[in-house]
């Protein structure tokens, strides 16, 4: 999508005004629309019967006396559906609203003589909750795309609380605030019944049509399918969504902050140089390993790959082992303090430092309080993250921040060769989430932010953003809101596509449907179309939105394009 898109903004401020007047109405009668559509092979016969019933009561000729009896059969066929789904919700403890509204503009149509758009309008509505019905079963049947190797995390992810965005909310309660304007309307026109006694059955058809096209179905369950479409194509794409409410999220966000390692860079440490001081260089290697042992870091990991030390194997001797997030470890080995970490750490114990005259993350090491020296590493650039990040701002995004631990002379000249709009360099994970709170109220509440991170020492950070992208996440950590599980950090823009795509196919879908409604309701009124094919229209513009809504399920693919 092109930054110049639909922005998912307009859907709140487009639906305002009914959400009001529906908030109101929802709390004083506590009235929701459940979606649980059930597919069942008898309620598609029973309507396919019902629409055979009304062809042939159509094709009669020369047995005009017989035509009504022959459409009300057809209507009651039809009814049947409509009836078993609302008794359904009565047992559920739900308002059958729409199901109501459907059979009362059945009966005014059967009332104002017009036999044949009664059984029309249960037809096209039993054909509507047939075709969301079928989408939902294989909703159910959808391939697992993500593996059994990250089982634990994804039922994490599906264990954790969630709740709808605010869009979803927004578009829910404005739902119910267009239900309530058209079937108000419907009153209205009733009411005029009785004052143009001459005239009753065309004041009585303009009530049954408004009634027919109050269901907001179509409004609530493409938003869902649009949705689901959306994660389960960021499925195929090895993206996990937390919950259904991130895509809207994630697609406002337009400021991202990344942790520098293990996104931009690979995460994997090699050792530069080594500079001793008052002992030699293995020595020297050793002692950091040793205590760094107990550490998962990826820079405590080279250490004891390089130094030969085997992964968790933690010295009988090292008695004591403190990580400093952000710092580094504080360890007790054979009798001695042993200090491994960044200069930070030393300045903390007042220990003097060696600077290092080269770029690179410096460790240095310190014993008893005597420096030893210090251990220069170096991790490499992810391949295309300078084009990813270039993508994040074609598709929308304004400001790109790098966060990382690094002295603040290796981090500008990174940040610099990634075009980096800011970096901040030498912080702790605290100190990483009071910097995404500080660009929170540089750039305002409206702005939502986006970090990205490996999961490495990054919870701060996710809990202080609007939205958590972790790259590679382990099983044992909490679940983001976007997990990535690829080493493609190309992934991240292709997330935030389908995320914007989804947004634009919601908005369409909505306005569409509006105006489709509010047209065929004029149209109607007025006349100038049949009340047979205002429900026919209803009901085929509500499963073009349906289809519509299905494209998500292929973003993944033009998102590759």
Not at 22 to 50: H, N, V
């Amino acid at each position: 999508m092109s930054k110049h898109s639909p922005s998912s903004n307009a859907i709140p401020s487009v639906l305002s005004l009914p959400e009001k007047f529906s908030a109101i109405l929802q709390k004083l009668l506590g009235l929701r629309f459940p979606l649980e559509r059930r597919f069942s092979g008898r309620d598609l016969l029973l309507t396919l019967g019902a629409a055979a019933l009304l062809i042939l009561g159509t094709a009669i000729r020369g047995l005009s006396g017989i035509r009504p009896f022959v459409c009300l059969a057809a209507m009651l066929a039809a009814a049947v559906p409509i009836g078993m789904q609302g008794y359904r919700l009565i047992r559920e403890k739900h308002v059958p609203l729409e199901e109501i509204t459907w059979i009362l503009a059945a009966v005014l149509a059967e009332l104002t003589g017009e036999y044949a758009a009664g059984a029309l309008i249960l037809i096209f509505a039993n054909l509507l909750c047939q075709t969301e019905a079928y989408t939902l079963l294989h909703r159910e049947a959808a391939p697992d795309y993500l593996g059994e190797a990250r089982l634990e995390l994804r039922q994490a992810a599906e264990t954790a609380d969630t709740e709808k965005s605010p869009e979803r909310r927004t578009l829910a309660s404005a739902s119910f605030g267009f239900y309530a304007v058209f079937v108000l309307t419907a009153l209205i026109f009733a009411v005029c019944t009785l004052f143009h006694l001459e005239n009753w059955r065309d004041w009585l058809r303009r009530s049954m049509i408004f009634l027919l096209l109050a269901s907001p179905s179509a409004f609530l369950f493409t938003s869902m399918l649009t949705h689901f479409g959306a994660i389960f194509s960021a499925a195929k794409a090895e993206i996990l969504f937390r919950d259904d409410g991130v895509p809207e999220k994630f697609a406002r966000c337009k400021l991202f902050a990344f942790s520098k390692t293990g996104t931009v860079t690979d995460g994997r440490y090699i050792i530069s140089e080594i500079v001793p001081v008052s002992l030699g260089e293995d020595e020297l290697l050793r002692i950091a390993a040793v205590a760094e042992c107990s550490s998962d870091h990826p820079i405590a990991e080279t250490l004891k790959t390089t130094a030969g030390l085997r992964e968790g194997v933690i010295p009988e001797d090292a008695v004591e082992c403190t990580e400093i997030p952000g710092k580094g470890v504080s360890t007790y080995f054979s009798g001695h303090h042993i200090l491994v970490g960044n200069a930070g750490l030393l300045e903390d114990h007042g220990i003097w430092y060696q600077v290092p005259s080269k770029t690179g993350s410096a460790i240095h090491v310190s014993v008893d309080g005597t420096y030893r020296g210090y251990i220069l590493l170096s991790d490499n650039l992810r391949e295309n993250a300078f084009e990813t990040l270039e993508e994040l701002r074609a598709l929308g995004a304004s400001t790109l921040v790098m966060l990382t631990g690094d002295v603040r002379s290796a981090a500008r000249t990174l940040a610099s060769s990634l075009n980096f709009d800011m970096v901040k360099p030498e912080l702790t994970p605290e100190e990483k989430g009071s910097s995404i709170r500080y660009l929170r109220s540089a750039h305002g509440d409206r702005t939502p932010i986006a970090s990205v991170g490996d999961g490495c020492h990054d919870a701060e950070m996710f809990r202080a953003s609007d939205i958590s992208v972790c790259l590679q996440p382990r099983s044992g950590d909490d679940p983001a809101d976007i997990s990535i599980f690829s080493e493609r950090i190309g992934r991240i823009p292709l997330a935030y596509r389908i995320c914007r795509s989804t947004e634009r196919t919601l908005l369409i879908n909505t306005l569409a449907l509006l105006l489709v409604k509010l047209l065929l309701g004029i149209l109607g009124a007025a006349s100038v179309l049949h009340t047979g094919v205002v429900a026919g229209l209803d009901c085929g513009f509500g499963i073009a939105a349906t289809i519509y809504a299905l494209t998500c399920l292929t973003l993944e693919k033009r998102g590759n394009e």
